[in-house]
């Protein structure tokens, strides 16, 4: 299938109405006629490159509406396409509406599993608040009969409560820790913490200077990308020139296919002439017998 080469395309694309549409039918019957070339854009024939250039002049949109149509991508309000480097668009002649009825089919489908999803789920959410509900009626029930504590029941769970917190008291005594052995804790934390403040300040000082060497870095890459850019637009340059010279080649192709020619004719002129001085040279070898003969 035929590629077709477009460079630096850098514009805003703004379709109006069914103008989006008319480019694409255009396109379709200008790529079908070109199928048979599978070559660049810069390699195919003039009469190729001319007929591109004519369409560009005419649709001064073309170009943008072959990148999305071959592209299998719809218009929006305004389409905005940057892009410096090569753009390759492949004629495949695919058909755009017929994908785009299958997206929105899909989405379509999505959103309406969604929307029975959510009803299932409300559906269930309600079934299960109506039936925890009524649990709960049976349970506060139960419970009020359930928390009914006798006046002894309550004496003895105080008496059990005293007990606890008198072994308690006995184990936080156990436990208690001199004044003097906290300051010694204290006076050890706080190294702790003046070697973690000077390690946090020889790291902050590290993390400066990879700072300081990224930012370097990031300079480099900007200096490399200008000269990306530069060495980008030579190769442009360049292209242009070859397919210059590619024109020039083909007129002097022609010219010496017109020279060859000419010789040919000139040979043919020559060997007529050489005849004729042959017919020439046998009637004066003739003529000169006649005079021996009639000086005899």
């Not at 490159?49 to 002049?57: D, F, G, I, W, Y």
């Not at 489908?109 to 079934?127: D, E, P, R, S, T």
């Not at 990308?225 to 340059?237: D, T």
Request: charged share 35%; net charge negative.
């Amino acid at each position: 299938m035929p590629k077709i080469l477009i460079k630096n395309i850098n514009k805003n694309i703004e379709f109006v109405d069914d103008e989006y549409e008319k480019y694409c039918e255009i396109l379709e019957c200008e790529f079908k006629n070109l199928a048979k070339y599978e070559k660049t854009f810069y390699h195919q024939p003039v009469e190729l490159h001319n007929r591109l250039r004519v369409l560009e002049k005419k649709y001064p949109k073309i170009i943008s509406a072959a990148y999305l149509y071959y592209n299998n991508q719809e218009p929006t309000i305004k389409n905005t396409f940057i892009n410096n480097n090569n753009v390759t668009i492949k004629a495949e002649c695919a058909e755009c509406k017929s994908q785009n009825l299958k997206k929105i089919f899909f989405f379509v489908g999505i959103i309406l599993i969604f929307f029975v999803l959510m009803i299932l789920m409300l559906f269930f959410a309600i079934n299960y608040w109506v039936s925890n509900k009524e649990v709960t009626k049976g349970l506060t029930e139960n419970l009020g009969n359930e928390n009914f504590v006798s006046k002894g029941e309550l004496e003895k769970k105080e008496e059990e409560f005293k007990g606890l917190i008198e072994n308690e008291f006995f184990a936080f005594k156990e436990n208690f820790v001199s004044k003097g052995e906290l300051e010694k804790k204290g006076e050890e934390t706080n190294g702790l913490i003046e070697n973690l403040g000077n390690k946090v300040f020889v790291l902050e000082g590290k993390l400066e200077k990879k700072e300081e060497e990224a930012e370097s870095l990031g300079n480099k890459v900007l200096v490399l990308e200008g000269k990306l850019e530069k060495k980008e637009e030579e190769a442009e340059n360049l292209g242009n020139k070859v397919f210059v010279l590619e024109g020039k080649l083909e007129k002097i192709e022609e010219e010496t296919e017109n020279l060859g020619n000419e010789v040919f004719v000139l040979e043919g002129k020559l060997e007529k002439k050489e005849e004729e001085t042959e017919n020439l040279g046998n009637e004066i070898f003739c003529f000169e017998r006649r005079t021996r003969k009639f000086k005899e």
